[in-house]
């Protein structure tokens, strides 16, 4: 027997939804105008900051330093400098910015302004000096990173960025569901027999799932929080959190209007996401995932691991080359490494746990050495708003679902064909 379930909004409830949503939005952008009033109350101000990404840039033959930066208040924006300097990453420094010109829709957006290091704090945060330790753990640098931004969402030098976009796997290195998925699987079995004991002998009438994902929960929001704004991951959690709500009272999960309200009610909390890439990357991922099941949940779940790796990649790589425009003859088999690292990330995890964390090392590093010979492709960002809302119109007209994977297909091709 095929048993429906109910969905959590329906008729008049969506109005009600849709205040409470517009009321935290209210609140939430007052709170933004408020930091935003105090940091630039004055021409100029001398701001304490945590150094998010620092990386050299060239222009007009000059070279620059850039930082990326991030005040107590969570603004985020960018200075250049002239100064050689070394690494400030995950340092704390105090600047003097210029505030004079900056609006209030650029202090959500993000925005570039004149600045100078007026101090630097000693000690790097406790996420980079985790980071750091991973470098004595591997010798090779860039596998160190890699680690880094894998455990620690730490962020890629240039170079290695351009690498794994070429390949296709940047997705992978981004902290987010399926992270959160495997971390979720490991807590809930590592808590499970010893929860089990003690429900025996002390509370028989506990509801036990319930009571695991409460401290399964927690310890996730923790690692939320210590690694700070991770848009992905934040979308990850907050899903995952509104997903056990709903099965907890019945009501279908898996369904778009579980990702409409995870986005809405993060935009409301958080408006500086909406200007977020990796967001609304990760948002995309989610709402292919679920254009598929809506289509083909009657394909088994074998064939859809597999199917769902392929299906993900082929409509996202319209996508992928709008916005960066990396590709390479390796960037397909991007399908195949993400069906691996199913198995890596885990493994990983486990190695570095028990004091092993360098045995994959070799592997990594012949992937790292290999000439993936790519090159730039230019995709008109136009279209990609075109492509979007076909997407979008997909999920209710099957002929709108063709069209899109045509145009997948097709961009698919030609790139394959340019690179070849």
Not at 383 to 399: D, Q, S
């Amino acid at each position: 027997m095929i048993i429906i379930k109910p969905a959590l909004l329906v008729g008049r409830e969506y109005f009600y939804f849709s205040l409470l949503i517009l009321s935290i939005l209210m609140v939430s952008l007052s709170l933004e105008y408020y930091h935003y009033s105090k940091f630039t109350q004055f021409d100029d101000a001398i701001v304490d900051v945590t150094v998010l990404k620092h990386y050299s840039k060239s222009q007009g033959g000059k070279i620059y330093d850039v930082l990326k930066l991030r005040t107590d208040d969570g603004a985020k924006f960018y200075i250049t400098t002239k100064a050689p300097l070394k690494n400030l990453v995950g340092h704390k420094a105090t600047l003097w910015v210029l505030t004079k010109y900056i609006s209030f829709f650029e202090y959500i957006k993000g925005f570039a302004t004149k600045g100078a290091v007026v101090s630097l704090g000693r000690e790097k945060s406790k996420i980079v000096q985790l980071g750091l330790a991973l470098d004595k753990v591997h010798q090779n640098s860039e596998v160190s990173q890699i680690y880094g931004a894998l455990f620690f969402a730490l962020p890629l030098s240039t170079s290695l960025q351009e690498k794994f976009s070429m390949l296709g796997v940047s997705h992978l290195l981004a902290i987010s569901g399926f992270h959160l998925g495997v971390l979720s699987f490991l807590l809930f079995t590592l808590l499970k027999l010893p929860y089990m004991q003690l429900q025996k002998r002390y509370f028989p009438y506990r509801h036990s799932h319930r009571d695991l994902f409460i401290v399964l929960a927690s310890l996730l929001g923790v690692y939320l929080i210590f690694l700070g704004d991770v848009a992905s991951l934040l979308r990850a959690y907050t899903m995952l959190l509104v997903g056990y709500i709903l099965h907890d009272r019945g009501l279908k999960i898996v369904s778009i209007q579980t990702l409409l309200i995870t986005m809405v009610l993060l935009l409301a909390l958080w408006p500086k996401l909406l200007f977020s890439l990796g967001f609304w990357l990760s948002i995309s991922g989610v709402y292919f995932i679920f254009l598929y099941l809506r289509y083909f949940e009657h394909i088994s779940n074998r064939i859809s691991f597999v199917a769902i790796a392929f299906w993900v990649y082929l409509l996202m790589t319209p996508i992928s080359l709008s916005l960066f425009g990396n590709y390479s003859l390796y960037h397909p088999l991007s399908i195949i490494w993400s069906l691996l690292f199913t198995l890596f990330y885990p493994l990983s995890l486990l190695l570095h746990s028990v004091g092993c964390g360098d045995l994959l090392d070799r592997v990594l590093e012949i992937g790292l050495n290999m000439d993936f010979g790519g090159i730039k492709i230019v995709v008109n960002k136009t279209w990609l708003i075109a492509y979007a809302l076909l997407g979008i119109g997909a999920y209710k007209y099957r002929v709108l679902l063709m069209i899109i994977m045509a145009v997948a297909t097709g961009v698919t091709v030609a790139a394959i064909y340019e690179v070849a």
